[in-house]
């Protein structure tokens, strides 16, 4: 392995980039946020420091010799990322996309890398990367799929071939998001109006009656937490689920207004209505009562 590119140093870049390095790979890396004026890239320089990734200043730079390449930017990003790479990518390279996109999205991203050399493989991250890190369940999709699947689980991951054909392995994730983002939006609804009614106490009891396999005190704080930090990014996510629900040739109102949800509680976290990022109170709280209360006076303080 020369070097592996990643694309994308959020959370999940930043998480790959500590269980690659270590084990003594070559580790570059992009993010958009390095161009940053106002200092937002001084956690990521920092971080890549510790680990000794090497930053790089565009896309082409990143991948520039790069043996692999993973891609993990928000949805929307998808087709644009392969486009920025497709310059400096090595022929051969295998491209992983990790991105959250429809199978529409995928198919037009292979396209690209694949006229560049690369070597396209779509990567269907099937839960919450953070318990699991590198070894997060991958479904890889794709002509290439089965020639990298051995060089992943080489690496520390977790894959299993699931098609062949590009856009089954993301179909597969989207429709699965339909349910997972969609339970977040909805609980953060349910409870949050519940709290507001003062009947939480009897909605969670019925809630346990009906599904007694769920700690819904504790699903809900850890919904609230993840919506509140990663909302941008999950709205995006859903947007891309409502293009696959279309695909199908269904109107996707559940999606849609997942997606809607998801980016609200995006926009009033960007306000500071749950405090500040990376200070003590941002959405880590072990009661949901806290930042609901903190949405319901938000909501207060908004004009209709």
């Given at each position: 392995?020369?070097?592996i590119?990643?694309i994308?140093?959020?959370?999940?870049?930043?998480?790959?980039a500590?269980?690659?390095?270590?084990?003594?790979?070559?580790v570059?890396?992009?993010?958009?946020?390095?161009?940053a004026a106002?200092?937002r890239?001084?956690?990521l320089r920092?971080?890549?420091a510790?680990?000794?990734v090497?930053?790089?200043?565009t896309?082409?730079?990143?991948?520039?010799?790069a043996a692999?390449v993973?891609?993990?930017?928000?949805?929307?990003q998808a087709v644009?990322?392969?486009?920025a790479c497709?310059?400096g990518?090595?022929p051969g390279?295998?491209?992983?996309d990790?991105?959250?996109?429809?199978p529409?999205?995928?198919?037009h991203?292979?396209e690209?890398?694949?006229?560049a050399?690369?070597r396209?493989?779509e990567?269907?991250?099937?839960?919450?990367?953070?318990p699991?890190?590198?070894?997060?369940p991958l479904?890889?999709?794709?002509p290439?799929?089965?020639?990298?699947e051995?060089?992943?689980?080489?690496?520390g991951?977790?894959?299993?071939?699931?098609?062949a054909q590009?856009?089954?392995a993301?179909?597969?994730?989207?429709?699965?998001?339909?349910?997972?983002?969609?339970?977040?939006?909805m609980?953060?609804?349910?409870?949050?109006?519940?709290r507001a009614?003062?009947?939480?106490?009897?909605?969670i009891?019925?809630?346990?009656?009906?599904?007694?396999?769920?700690?819904?005190e504790?699903?809900?704080?850890?919904f609230?937490?993840?919506v509140i930090?990663?909302?941008?990014?999950?709205?995006e996510?859903?947007?891309e689920v409502?293009v696959?629900?279309?695909?199908?040739?269904?109107?996707?109102f559940?999606?849609a207004?997942?997606a809607e949800?998801?980016?609200h509680?995006?926009?009033l976290?960007?306000a500071?209505v749950f405090?500040v990022?990376?200070e003590?109170g941002?959405a880590?709280s072990?009661?949901?009562?806290i930042?609901?209360d903190?949405?319901?006076?938000?909501?207060k303080?908004?004009?209709?």
């Amino acid at each position: 392995m020369a070097t592996i590119a990643l694309i994308g140093y959020g959370e999940v870049g930043r998480i790959l980039a500590e269980d690659l390095a270590p084990r003594g790979h070559a580790v570059a890396a992009y993010d958009r946020q390095l161009a940053a004026a106002d200092g937002r890239d001084a956690p990521l320089r920092t971080h890549a420091a510790t680990q000794g990734v090497r930053l790089a200043a565009t896309h082409a730079q990143a991948v520039e010799g790069a043996a692999l390449v993973i891609s993990a930017v928000t949805a929307s990003q998808a087709v644009a990322v392969a486009e920025a790479c497709a310059a400096g990518l090595a022929p051969g390279a295998f491209f992983l996309d990790f991105n959250s996109a429809s199978p529409g999205a995928k198919i037009h991203a292979a396209e690209v890398v694949h006229a560049a050399g690369g070597r396209y493989v779509e990567g269907a991250v099937m839960t919450s990367v953070p318990p699991y890190r590198s070894r997060v369940p991958l479904l890889l999709g794709g002509p290439h799929a089965e020639a990298i699947e051995p060089l992943l689980a080489e690496l520390g991951f977790a894959p299993r071939v699931h098609s062949a054909q590009l856009g089954v392995a993301s179909a597969t994730k989207m429709c699965r998001s339909v349910m997972i983002k969609g339970l977040e939006a909805m609980v953060i609804e349910s409870f949050t109006a519940a709290r507001a009614h003062g009947v939480e106490d009897a909605v969670i009891a019925s809630l346990q009656e009906t599904f007694p396999g769920i700690d819904w005190e504790k699903q809900a704080s850890y919904f609230f937490q993840r919506v509140i930090e990663h909302g941008r990014r999950r709205s995006e996510e859903v947007r891309e689920v409502a293009v696959t629900v279309r695909e199908a040739g269904l109107e996707p109102f559940s999606a849609a207004g997942t997606a809607e949800r998801q980016a609200h509680i995006a926009d009033l976290a960007d306000a500071g209505v749950f405090g500040v990022r990376g200070e003590p109170g941002f959405a880590r709280s072990a009661d949901w009562r806290i930042e609901a209360d903190r949405l319901l006076a938000a909501q207060k303080d908004t004009p209709p």
